[in-house]
Each structure stands twice: as structure tokens, then as C-alpha cells.
């Protein structure tokens, strides 16, 4: 199994940067797919970006594309979330989560973190 620890969250103006790291204990990392998610007050958990196990493909939410990039360092058991111009609505709880395919739904992701607060002022 792989088992997510989130960190790198925080408060930022709008208009700032952040970079959320993800490290994923285990043996097996690079047999995972992993992802970031973000849940808001009162929201759905939402899909963000994930990648694949190589690390050679991506896929974004339209609200993220272009501010923010996914990474993952196969050999240290990680996985980046660089955030770049960062608006007040991307105010949420990040999560970070392996699972066996890259997909932009909640369910199919088999491990998750318990996440990290990235709050942005206006």
C-alpha cells in the first residue's frame, strides 16, 4: 500500500505561490497513480491534477490549468503540487491520493491522506 502525508499548506495572498509536497510511504509507489483533490467548507471533495505512475502524463481540472502543475520523484516517494497564482476560491483542504489509474473521480482512489489547509487572501 501507499499511504499519503500531505504538507506545504498554508496562508498566501492572492496572486502568491505554494508548493504542497506529498510523501507516500511504501514500496510500491511507482506502481501507483497519484492525485490531488481539494475540499472546501460545505463542498464536495473536488478533483484537482493527477499523474501517472511514470510520471509522463497529466491531466488537470479546468479550474487549475495553467496556475498549477503536478510532479512526482519516483525515487524519493513524492509527489509535488506547485501552485501559482493563486485566487481566493483556491481556498480548500488538499489532499493527496494513490490509487491503481489516474482518474478525475473521488471513488476510485484507494489511499488518502488527512490532508493540508491552503488558505488565500484577498
Known amino acids: 500500500q501507499v499511504q499519503p502525508v500531505e504538507s506545504g499548506g498554508g496562508l498566501v495572498q492572492a496572486g502568491g505561490s505554494l508548493r504542497l509536497s506529498c510523501a507516500a510511504s511504501g514500496l510500491s509507489f511507482s506502481r501507483y497513480a497519484m492525485g490531488w483533490f481539494r475540499q472546501a467548507p460545505g463542498m464536495e471533495r473536488e478533483f484537482v491534477a493527477t499523474?501517472?505512475?511514470?510520471?509522463?502524463?497529466?491531466y488537470y481540472a479546468d479550474s487549475v490549468k495553467g496556475r498549477f502543475t503536478i510532479s512526482r520523484d519516483n525515487p524519493k516517494n513524492m509527489v509535488y503540487l506547485q501552485m501559482k497564482s493563486l485566487k481566493p476560491e483556491d481556498t480548500a483542504v488538499y489532499y493527496c491520493a494513490s490509487g491503481p489509474v489516474m482518474h478525475s473521480s473521488v471513488r476510485p482512489w484507494r489511499y488518502w491522506g488527512q490532508g493540508t489547509q491552503v488558505t488565500v487572501s484577498s
Open positions: 499523474i501517472s505512475r511514470s510520471g509522463d502524463s497529466t
